[in-house]
């Protein structure tokens, strides 16, 4: 178990330090100029490309959840124990934070980075969202894209299912999930994403990062519920017919 805690810590971290970091480039330090579309397009791809090769890479080992979201849903889902799943949560928490640390000692480095004006890539909602959406706005929408997110990693990876093709399937779902969420909220759907960036810019991303915490669980729970139903059904249509 020492294996897959490490796995997912440091999965986590370099899920967070890579996509936060793409993130904070394209909307704190403007390298994509005044486009905001090119912004959205290079984190969603930023965040999608490294979970695709996180799968591959520590998928063996741990199952590569790099997201207390997902690990709720595979607990909700029977696919792993309340103990492991506590560790897993304590992992990518720690992971979460660790990422954001060292990605904000990269950036301290740089004269032009301000904790406070540059960020670091967190989410947020009224003025600290492209749309301003509601508090009720997000949390609906964390919902529905982290509900989104885990059932697809849930059927990709459930039994019968194509391994190989894992990984390009998880990846490419994060990145639709982030180029739709992007402008909502910042997009969250992983509540340790969440919580290391929010920790060190403190302030209103600080306040407000309870939400990116519960809504991603409330949508893991939610995803595993579908996939209970889903499996069900298909043991069901598999069944064999009395004679």
């Not at 720690?94 to 740089?110: D, E, K, R």
């Not at 093709?165 to 402008?183: C, D, E, R």
Request: hydrophobic letters at 55%.
């Amino acid at each position: 178990m020492i294996r897959k805690y490490a796995a997912e810590l440091i999965g986590t971290a370099l899920l967070v330090y890579f996509g936060v970091g793409v993130a904070t480039l394209s909307f704190g330090f403007h390298v994509a100029g005044s486009s905001f579309s090119a912004g959205v397009v290079a984190t969603a791809l930023a965040f999608g490309l490294t979970l695709l090769a996180l799968v591959y890479a520590i998928g063996p080992i741990s199952g590569c959840h790099v997201n207390p979201a997902v690990t709720i849903g595979a607990l909700f889902a029977g696919r792993i124990g309340p103990l492991d799943a506590i560790g897993y949560w304590i992992a990518q928490f720690v992971g979460g934070v660790v990422g954001a640390l060292v990605l904000w000692a990269t950036f301290s480095a740089s004269p032009l980075y301000s904790r406070t004006s540059t960020g670091l890539g967190t989410d947020g909602w009224g003025a600290a969202s492209h749309i301003h959406i509601s508090a009720s706005g997000a949390f609906l929408a964390e919902i529905v894209l982290t509900a989104f997110f885990v059932l697809m990693i849930l059927r990709v990876t459930a039994k019968g299912a194509n391994a190989a093709t894992a990984g390009v399937a998880i990846g490419l779902t994060l990145t639709v999930v982030h180029l739709i969420g992007i402008p909502i909220t910042g997009t969250s759907v992983n509540p340790a994403r969440s919580l290391g960036p929010a920790l060190i810019v403190g302030g209103t991303a600080l306040r407000q990062v309870w939400l990116f915490i519960v809504a991603p669980l409330v949508g893991g729970i939610l995803a595993a519920a579908v996939e209970r139903v889903l499996a069900a059904s298909k043991q069901t249509a598999e069944a064999p017919k009395p004679a």
